[in-house]
Every structure is written in structure tokens, then in C-alpha cells.
């Protein structure tokens, strides 16, 4: 497995394969969005214009089946700007991978900072094997939702935000929730909230990680010998065609998830039934 690029400042760790793809995720949901809203027109909409309505329109599906409309209807940007992100955020990772080697520890700095990963790993390798050169990759290009800081962090924002509507635009019914049917169901509730979370973002960081991995073995494969490069073709193909499907699952699953939660905390618990 290849290492991660992490440097130290002010005692953070800071993984700046992550901070570079959390970037490119971004730019390339901004550009996206705003090319499908550049001259927009009714009479001759171009081939973006049609997917945005489309795209919009499946949303807006997915909303409804959640809640009623009117009251979904203002989290339509919300659970468009996530499904975008996610997606864009799982597919990165396919396409290519940009990794560099490091054999001298006292080259393993960036922006004059050493990168502590890397230096860690190439003083342990060298202490098992003194008279070996010591090596180690560092992995720059790759799907920032297959590390679950970053999964857990959007599924603490939808924890934030769908608690957060429910305390204050909901308050009665969203506190008696915790003491139904019984007050001393108290503890078992708010573990059931507390463990919404922890798979929320763990089912997709497990899923693109995985893919991810499975992709660095057939890689492997192929530098093993010339049968290994030719086997590994197809199956690449394969499992890259399988992966765009799962990341696009995955981005449905995890917004879908979270206007479920937003819902449950919006309505009271008669209207839930």
C-alpha cells in the first residue's frame, strides 16, 4: 500500500493528498455547475441544460419520497451540491494515480516540511533491513471518500444539520422522541442517533476504499510479470466499469440517508406513522 503524505504543523496531522483532492473535488463541482447554468434557455436548451433539469428532477424525486415537498423543497440545493461532491469525490480515483518514491529520508520534505509518513516508514524499514535500501510511495491522486476522515466529516455535517432542525424548528416533538415509547429508553435512542453516524460515513468510505484497494492490487499484478500486465487489462476494465457503478450507488445511498434523517427530525413522531 502506498503511504500517505503527512506533514506536521503546529502538532495537526495534515494529509495533503486529501487537502489536494478535497481541491480538485470542488473545483470540478463548481466548473460543472457552472457550466450547466451558463446560457440557460427554454426554447433551445443545450446538452448540460437537459442534464441539470434531469438531474434536478431525480432529486427532487428522491426528496419527495422523504418527506412532503413543500417541506423539502428548501434542502433541494443541499442534496444537490452533496450527490455532486460525493460522486465527483468516488470517481477520482479510477481514472489514474499519481504516486512518487522516497529512499532518502532527508528528501522527504515538501514545501520545506518533512513528511513524517514517509519518514517514519523508510527509518523502520531500514531498521529490518540495515544492508537493504529502504523505499517507500506516497499516493497524491486519489478518491478523498476513500479516507473516512473525510466520510465521517460530511456525515457529521448532516448529523449537525438534521439535529440542528430538528432542536430548533421542531423542538417539542424532536426532544419527546428520545423518551418514546418509555423515558428510560433515553440511552438506547441516543445511541441509536450516535450510531446513524458511525455508519453513515463508514458504509462509504468502506465501499470506495475497497475499490481502491482491489484497483492497487491488479496494478500490482501487472508489474509482476508480462502474463500479470496482460491479465490485469481486462480486469481493470472490469472492475473500473463496476466501480463508476458503485460510486454513483453510493453518492444515492449516502443523500438519500440524509434527507431521511433531516425528515425523521423535521415531523413529529405521529406524522412519521
Known amino acids: 500500500m502506498h503511504e500517505a503524505p503527512i506533514i506536521e504543523l503546529g502538532g495537526l496531522r495534515f ?18 455547475a457552472k457550466l450547466a447554468t451558463r446560457n440557460l434557455s427554454v426554447e433551445n436548451p443545450g446538452k448540460l441544460q437537459i442534464f441539470l433539469e434531469w438531474a434536478v428532477e431525480f432529486v427532487q424525486n428522491m426528496i419527495s419520497s422523504t418527506m412532503d415537498w413543500k417541506k423539502g423543497k428548501p434542502f433541494l440545493s443541499l442534496a444537490m451540491t452533496m450527490i455532486m461532491f460525493i ?7 479510477l481514472p489514474l494515480g499519481i504516486a512518487t518514491e522516497y529512499t532518502d529520508p532527508a528528501k522527504a520534505t515538501i514545501f520545506g516540511h518533512e513528511i513524517t509518513s514517509v519518514v ?6 531500514h531498521a529490518k533491513h540495515p544492508d537493504e535500501e529502504a523505499h517507500a510511495e506516497v499516493a497524491w491522486w486519489k478518491s478523498p471518500t476513500a479516507d473516512v476522515s473525510v466520510t465521517m466529516g460530511l456525515a457529521l455535517l448532516v448529523f449537525l444539520i438534521s439535529h440542528g432542525l430538528g432542536l430548533t424548528r421542531n423542538t417539542k416533538n424532536y426532544l419527546k422522541h428520545y423518551i418514546q415509547p418509555y423515558p428510560f429508553f433515553l440511552p438506547i435512542n441516543i445511541i441509536e442517533q450516535l450510531s446513524k453516524l458511525l455508519t453513515h460515513g463508514v458504509r462509504l ?17 501487472a508489474k509482476a510479470s508480462v502474463i500479470g500486465m ?29 434527507m431521511v434523517y433531516i425528515s425523521q427530525n423535521l415531523e413529529s413522531h405521529e406524522e412519521e406513522h
Open 15 to 32: 494529509d495533503l493528498s486529501i487537502i489536494l483532492m478535497l481541491v480538485v473535488t470542488c473545483t470540478i463541482v463548481f466548473v460543472l
Open 205 to 221: 468510505f468502506a465501499n470506495i476504499f475497497a475499490g481502491e484497494v482491489l484497483i492497487s492490487t491488479i496494478m500490482t499484478l
Open 87 to 93: 460522486f465527483v469525490a468516488n470517481m477520482l480515483g
Open 120 to 125: 517514519k516508514v523508510l527509518e523502520e524499514e
Open 230 to 258: 496482460i491479465a490485469s487489462v481486462p480486469l481493470l476494465m472490469i472492475w473500473q466499469g463496476f466501480s463508476i457503478f458503485v460510486g454513483a450507488i453510493q453518492a444515492f445511498v449516502f443523500v438519500i440517508l440524509m
